[in-house]
């Protein structure tokens, strides 16, 4: 949600600044703007795609000048619109600035700068920070001071970029909560809230703390504390390419990250398994902590919740210790009994979410052992909590997760035969035999992504586009699956979608299954393969017309059921969702692309979402 960005340095920072924006799209927008420093601040900013600002600023030739902010702006605090788009100047025209985040005090903040002479032109929260910083400024006379003192004062979260008109040759960035990385060019600098908006022209990158400020000149920074107090920083050199996050060739980001789920699933998993055993030894978790945990949550959001369900009958099949998972957005508020002898697992792909950064902060307050399980090097959660295990899935692009969402299911199995090894209560043969299906999974995913498997799964998706209410059932590991699988096709496709464990149908739901009702049945699990045949038989009995998923080896019994049948191939048991998912994800790319629908920015949805 909201991306910034900002440069300094010897060319124009216009075609750089929308360069950069281009890249920060992923996380979600509705308008655009930039502001450049030419013996004043120019600003155009408007609503809509950024192609609008590129043609309204003519690629950027129409704002000259070697300093700027850019901004793309997802709605929260008044109605998407030109007024309303960042950059805000404050009331005297001194500061000018962009900001990711949101200032929950700012009402409190307007009623005060109102009351001392400022005015705002538009509903933001932003524009309340940007006159306060001007406010300070003109009390104190000391930018660096007034952008401390505006930090302090300010609650809620933010990462801001902030140019003042007295300063043309340097500029000031500050963050709580927001993500933000300086970059080191030669004779060039550059802040922004992701590496992709920057990394053509460095690989040189500081990810900024909580409450760190950096004062920039095209030639040197200078980087500050929380505290204040002047501290140095050392650079990390980014190795992954830029055409990592680029289509590389696809129709769209999602198609490219669905296929790039085997190499995401190799370089997560084949990195912590040597000589056939899972090897965390940089965990602080100790075996002894291990025989103390009574209790363990998983608590997420969205997909990255239901990746964590799984880790429910995952981790208590193999440490037989209770599993909660909770959506973080529950959880706190749930008013949670944590203590030491509690684990909790934090999922997250962008590591800034909102909800989940919260929750793992109340968990880490209360005492609870926490262990982060996230996406981006560096992001907020991944540097609260107490460990952290990397998934390596490269950056996700498409809003819609799926190769970090594998990769999270692959981080789960892990941590499950790591825990279940160091508390023995895994038999060396079910450890062997999980370690070999954990490394043959990226194989069988190419498996399942064959452009014969593909062309099937299209034409079902084109019969299917037409559906408005499809049902989603499953058993046990199936559930989740099938609540991914469901939340696929809501997000990108538009199609109205429900997922059921497939025993609760006929407490309820069934009553809504009439001629024709698309039924998406998981039957994966093979010790309750009958079970979840007889409910595809109530359904069938009900005129549904049924899309069945299941293992080759099942496949016999449930193509004579079903209207029509995806099939993956078999693994371990509780490896078995992470083949089960391709097609579900594939099948929703396609009837989205059926249905019209812009499948890599689906309305409404940013990447990151980073308010509650
Ligand atoms: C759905 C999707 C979202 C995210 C959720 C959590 O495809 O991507 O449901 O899973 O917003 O985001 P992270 O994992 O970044 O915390």
């Not at 216009?14 to 120019?42: Q, T």
């Not at 060739?249 to 198609?255: A, N, V």
């Not at 919260?358 to 992001?379: E, H, K």
């Amino acid at each position: 949600m909201c991306g910034i960005v900002g440069y300094l340095g010897k060319q124009q920072a216009a075609p750089i600044l929308l360069d950069g924006l281009a890249k920060l799209e992923y996380r979600g927008y509705d308008s655009a703007g930039v502001c450049v420093y030419n013996d004043g601040f120019c600003v155009s900013k408007t609503v809509g795609r950024l192609m609008n600002l590129s043609s309204k600023i003519d690629g950027g030739a129409a704002l000259t000048g070697h300093m700027g902010i850019g901004h793309t702006r997802w709605a929260t605090h008044g109605a998407p619109s030109d007024v309303n788009s960042h950059p805000h100047i404050a009331t005297n025209g001194k500061i000018g600035i962009v900001h990711n985040g949101i200032i929950e005090n700012y009402l409190s903040l307007k009623l005060f700068l109102t009351e001392h002479g400022k005015t705002f032109l538009s509903d933001t929260d932003t524009e309340v920070a940007a006159n306060l910083i001007e406010y300070l400024y003109e009390e104190e006379g000391d930018l660096l001071k007034a952008v401390q003192m505006a930090a302090k004062q300010m609650e809620g979260s933010y990462a801001l970029g902030i140019m003042c008109i007295d300063r043309p040759n340097a500029m000031l960035a500050v963050k709580k909560d927001s993500p933000l990385i300086f970059g080191f060019g030669e004779g060039e600098n550059f802040i922004a809230s992701d590496v992709p908006a920057i990394l053509k022209y460095t690989r040189k990158v500081v990810y900024l703390n909580d409450g760190d400020m950096v004062d920039f000149t095209a030639d040197g920074a200078t980087f500050y504390n929380s505290l204040g107090e002047e501290v140095s920083k050392t650079p990390e050199n980014i190795t992954w390419e830029l055409s990592a996050a680029e289509k590389g060739g696809y129709d769209h980001f999602m198609l490219k990250e669905i296929h790039e789920q085997p190499k995401a699933l190799r370089n997560t998993i084949c990195p912590r398994i040597k000589d056939g055993r899972v090897r965390m030894d940089y965990l602080t978790l100790t075996e002894d902590d291990l025989r103390g945990i009574r209790r363990i949550y998983i608590v997420a959001c969205g997909s990255a919740y239901y990746a964590g369900y799984h880790g429910k009958y995952i981790l208590e099949k193999i440490c037989r210790i209770p599993v909660e998972p909770m959506l973080a957005s529950e959880f706190r508020y749930a008013d949670p009994i944590l203590d030491e002898h509690t684990l909790v697992i934090i999922i997250s792909q962008s590591g800034e979410t909102a909800d989940t950064l919260a929750a793992l902060r109340q968990a880490n307050s209360l005492g609870a052992r926490t262990l982060g399980i996230v996406n981006v090097v560096g992001s907020a959660i991944a540097k609260a909590a107490t460990d952290v295990i990397y998934t390596w899935a490269g950056p996700e692009i498409a809003v819609a997760t799926t190769k970090a969402y594998s990769t999270q299911l692959s981080v789960l199995y892990l941590l499950a035969l790591y825990m279940g090894d160091l508390m023995g209560t895994l038999s060396t043969e079910e450890y062997d035999a999980m370690i070999c299906a954990l490394q043959a999974l990226p194989e069988q995913i190419e498996q399942t992504l064959t452009a014969e498997k593909l062309a099937a799964i299209k034409d079902m998706a084109y019969d299917c586009r037409d559906n408005h209410d499809v049902f989603f059932i499953g058993r046990n590991l199936d559930n989740p699956t099938c609540m991914e699988g469901s939340l696929k096709l809501k997000e990108i496709a538009y199609v109205h979608s429900e997922a059921y464990a497939a025993g609760e149908l006929k407490h309820g739901p069934i009553s809504l299954i009439e001629e024709n009702t698309l039924v998406v049945a998981v039957a994966g699990v093979e010790e309750l393969f009958d079970k979840t045949m007889s409910n595809v038989k109530e359904v069938k009995a009900r005129g549904a017309n049924v899309l069945g998923v299941t293992t080759e080896n099942m496949a016999e019994e449930i193509c004579k059921t079903v209207d029509r049948c995806l099939l993956v191939p078999q693994t371990h048991p509780l490896l078995q969702p992470s083949l089960n998912i391709v097609p579900l994800q594939v099948f929703s790319y396609y009837v989205a692309l059926a249905r019209g629908c812009d499948v890599d920015k689906p309305r409404n949805l940013a990447k990151s979402v980073t308010v509650e």
